[in-house]
């Protein structure tokens, strides 16, 4: 695998990662209906203006006037202008999977864990200066308190400030905690990220539990399921979920309930042909090799026993009361753990929100609106997303039907703007295509 990731990135460098797309032009999106996410409603027959990579003004289309040299994009009064959408726990290592996000609508990504430190240097520039395709990406550095799970980890408090030092001078915006910190390693996390002024997230720390470690500092919960292990003690009583919920809400904390991961572990929980048929699926094709045979060599799902499906049942009520008090939640997929494609999964995630008992607003919401305030809470001086709205950034997708009515437009996008640079779903199809073309030469 080690050589074949070389070989990966040696072949990528030759191949264009994108058609020639201009960024700073002026683009005017003519005659659409906007669905601006701040509200659960459609502005019909709109223009928005766009200068670099920034709404500048919204109107009637009957009343906007174009600047002169704007490129037109025209919505011809039956096309639909969303934000884009944010994939809130990724775990992507190359940055050409970016572009399976891109081309599924997502235009802003939170990689929760393990980033390689050039990624992060590196991604966002690639984005901005166009030798790359892919959404604006925050990291966040993973702690564990032992190696049982291999990620990085330390064994006292003053290693766990030392740990926080360590990201926030390699440039990650976040700290992500993980099961196996004591309770004085993460207390020690909290109070030195707080001193400088980086957010804790991540999982249920075993040892201090949930919600306890939401009014310690951490305000941003990876997975639901984190919950059921902690706060529900492995049980899923469904009699504890308004205490759980209300000390959630009370905390301030946002969750990302990841119901489209959890889905993916439960259908392949023991089942071999189940993760072969995730191999086979067209879109394994756009994915980089080595994470094939990742999924190939290393899905350790398959191998289990029993069923957790009565478990991701407890999670859908949970998250459906979650919503219903008010807690604010994020969409996340986990990709790209076995069975969940990035950036294909994201619809997989909101397919779930629906199933749960939210509303598409709500579920879209989660995907856009709420991510938007999420990161303009903990890392303010960032460009401001998730509506549409002037002085927003232009991460915006168009597509051909109103995804309050009917959430599967927003799989097959009619084009998608991101770093200030608008492309056609041919365009983006174009660069999954060589990629694809690419990966399949590198594999036989």
Do not use: C
């Amino acid at each position: 695998m080690k050589l074949l990731g070389l070989a990966l990135m040696v072949a990528l460098s030759t191949v264009a990662s994108a058609a020639p797309v201009q960024r700073g032009e002026r683009v005017a999106f003519v005659d659409v209906n906007v669905v601006p996410m701040a509200r659960d409603e459609v502005l019909a027959h709109q223009t928005v203006l766009v200068d670099g990579d920034m709404i500048t003004a919204i109107g009637p289309s009957a009343q906007t006037s174009l600047p002169a040299g704007a490129r037109r994009i025209e919505g011809h009064g039956s096309a639909f202008l969303m934000p884009g959408l944010a994939d809130m726990h990724t775990h992507v290592s190359y940055e050409e999977d970016l572009a399976l996000f891109t081309a599924n609508g997502v235009t802003t990504a939170l990689h929760m864990g393990e980033a390689p430190s050039w990624m992060v240097v590196s991604a966002n520039q690639g984005i901005d200066d166009g030798s790359l395709v892919g959404p604006r990406v925050y990291f966040a550095f993973l702690v564990d308190g032992t190696d049982e799970s291999e990620h990085f980890f330390v064994s006292s408090a003053d290693e766990a400030r030392a740990a926080v030092d360590l990201a926030t001078t390699n440039g990650y915006s976040f700290i992500k905690v993980y099961n196996h910190l004591t309770a004085p390693e993460f207390e020690a996390i909290v109070a030195e990220a707080q001193k400088r002024g980086v957010a804790v997230i991540g999982h249920g720390v075993r040892a201090v539990g949930l919600p306890q470690a939401l009014y310690q500092g951490e305000v941003m919960v990876a997975h639901a399921e984190e919950f059921y292990y902690t706060a529900f003690h492995n049980e899923g009583e469904r009699s504890r979920i308004p205490d759980v919920v209300a000390a959630t809400l009370k905390s301030g904390a946002y969750v990302t309930p990841n119901l489209s991961g959890f889905e993916s572990f439960t259908v392949q929980w023991g089942k071999p042909k189940v993760g072969e048929s995730f191999l086979r699926d067209p879109r394994a094709q756009f994915m980089t090799p080595d994470v094939r045979l990742f999924w190939a060599a290393h899905n350790s799902y398959l191998t289990r026993t029993g069923s957790i499906e009565p478990m991701l049942q407890f999670l859908k009520e949970f998250t459906k009361a979650l919503s219903d008090a008010g807690v604010p939640l994020l969409t996340g997929t986990d990709s790209p753990l076995p069975g969940l494609y990035p950036g294909y999964s994201i619809h997989d995630d909101l397919r779930l929100l629906i199933d749960a008992g939210l509303t598409p607003y709500q579920a879209l919401s989660a995907a856009t609106r709420v991510p938007g305030e999420f990161i303009a809470k903990y890392l303010p001086k960032a460009p401001r997303f998730g509506t549409v709205a002037s002085g927003r950034r232009a991460d915006l997708v168009l597509l051909r039907d109103n995804p309050l009515i009917h959430l599967a437009t927003a799989k097959k996008p009619l084009g998608v703007m991101t770093g200030g640079r608008w492309r056609t779903a041919d365009e983006l199809k174009r660069v999954l295509e060589e990629h694809r073309a690419l990966y399949n030469s590198l594999m036989h």
